[in-house]
């Protein structure tokens, strides 16, 4: 197999400065969204698992993915430069730096989302009636505030576990809360 670098133009000191500078600022963005628990890009999604099943940090899960990524592009001429290897630094440093600062998150920090206001779910909102308002099980008493929320995506009760850190979903059947 042979290798062809594809011709690309000169890269200067000034060139790599910004391309320094916009992976710091990528790897601050990306390490606030995994801090912030409330999802992240595609990309994050697959280094923090990666960190996750490895045992390392997510820096480092990403520059190891990226290398990965690079080789692969290799035999199609796609040899990096510079400019690869300045952002595989710069954005890795920056989200492990970030996450040192900022934490990482616990298994409840994400809460219940802004877009899902507490309040009692209502036999309008799907013509059926709501959900009991206690059951007895360990899923609904667990929480201090039972207030379940009609999900109109899943078709089903909602209701914040913040001992699990979960949202768990409403079975009528077993008259209980599960994971959904």
Do not use: H
């Not at 616990?106 to 959900?131: L, N």
């Not at 059951?135 to 009760?157: C, H, K, V």
Request: aromatic share 6%; with cysteine; charged share 10%.
């Amino acid at each position: 197999m042979r290798f062809r670098r594809v011709a690309g133009r000169p890269v200067g000191a000034g060139t790599l400065g910004l391309v320094a500078a916009g992976g710091v600022l990528i790897g601050a963005g990306a390490a606030a969204m995994i801090a912030a628990g409330l999802g992240v890009a595609p990309w994050d999604v697959l280094t923090t698992a990666v960190a996750g099943r490895a045992g390392v940090s997510v820096g480092v899960a990403g520059a190891a993915l990226s290398v990965a990524v690079y080789l692969l592009c290799a035999p199609f001429g796609r040899l990096p430069g510079w400019g690869n290897a300045v952002l595989l630094v710069t954005v890795s440093g920056a989200v492990d730096a970030g996450l040192a600062v900022l934490g990482e998150p616990g298994p409840t920090a994400a809460g219940p989302p802004a877009s899902a206001p507490a309040r009692e779910a209502t036999p309008s909102d799907t013509g059926a009636a709501a959900a009991p308002a206690s059951t007895g099980s360990t899923a609904a008493t667990s929480s201090t505030a039972y207030n379940p929320q009609w999900d109109a995506a899943r078709g089903t009760y909602i209701v914040w576990e913040p001992q699990r850190g979960q949202w768990l979903g409403w079975d009528e059947a077993s008259k209980q809360g599960g994971p959904l």
